[in-house]
């Protein structure tokens, strides 16, 4: 059931000079003679921000538990690839979140698939057909739809040694040419403590980059292996404190405040611009900063910091979110004839905060 040759391989080798070389082994004598020189301390003193047990991943390619992918069916060709590294069969929970929806916004499409060892599998989002039993599924996705869809690995009846067996990318291809194309993000499932993170993301007109698509993804996680969308919204900006709002950035260092944007599986507040200068590729009036950075300047960077979630949906009997927040971004670029590039920016969880 593999596809193969659907997706090119994207690594470049980077090879340094003889000088390079010979300045790293310097750098590494320099900063081993400093970490001997240093006290032993306990490791819970020297711990600090994020690590793999809470959840982040910053190369998917080591694998993960859940996958989170960008698709778009506006005029454009949408690929999810997924694959099983493990030596052994696993299943997994395939769920499609469709915003811009006919039928209802942000409606929910899921089924179970799996993957035999070292499968690769590839789902066409306009014929999505499973892995296991060559069947269709979400026949109410087509022409117009766009969303999100998450891959979780479901452990039930399996082998508890299999961890971490998902690596996976996605592919967007537009009708004018360009294509956007990344990783899919990916995040342990795993009882930590809640933790926030600011986002940063560079962004740059090269190329003759003209329009953007910056997606934000919003779930709350009910199980391993299942998760929900309606009503979660993650908030970005300083709630009620201008000093801790959006902020945009051009390349002479210059900052121009943007307030608060919010994020969530509704039409207008999924898929948004970057600023009037980078507008949205399919022409929402949404962009999360009114300033026109790249009419005098080619590149600059974004910060949003996080203020937390709200959930109406989704919530339990004391009034709370189900599950835990996500949020999961994504930010591609393109100039509309050919070019085009996509990155994801942040994936963590975030502090709840209570709200309706």
Known sequence: MNKRNLMNNTKTRRKGSMLQD????????????????????????IAGGPSFADGIIDDTDLGAERLVSFWDLRERESFVQVTNTSAAKINIHVQFYDVGSDLSECNHCNFVDMLTPNDTHVYNIRDIVTNFDNVGKCPNINEGSYGFVVISHDPAGED?????????????IDDLGYEYRT???????????????????????????????LVGITYSSITARA????????HFGGIGDMFDDIMIFDENESGTSCGQKTFSCAVGNFDRAIDSSLPNSKGLNNQICDADILFTNTSGWVNLPFAGFTCSGILDNNGSCVGEPNFVGFL????GDGTGTMDSFWVGEGMFVDGT
């Open 22 to 45: 010979i300045l790293s082994k310097m750098k590494f004598l320099f900063v081993l003679a400093v970490l001997m020189a240093m006290p032993i301390l306990p490791m819970q003193a």
């Open 160 to 172: 508890p040694r299999i961890d971490y067996p998902l690596i996976g990318m996605f592919r967007v």
């Open 183 to 213: 990783n899919s993000a990916g995040k342990f499932i795993e009882n930590g403590i809640d933790y926030e993170l600011d986002s940063h993301f560079n962004f740059s007109s090269a190329n003759g980059n003209n329009l953007s698509d």
């Open 227 to 234: 998760v929900a969308a309606p009503g979660v919204t993650a």
């Open 332 to 335: 591609g670029l393109n100039n």
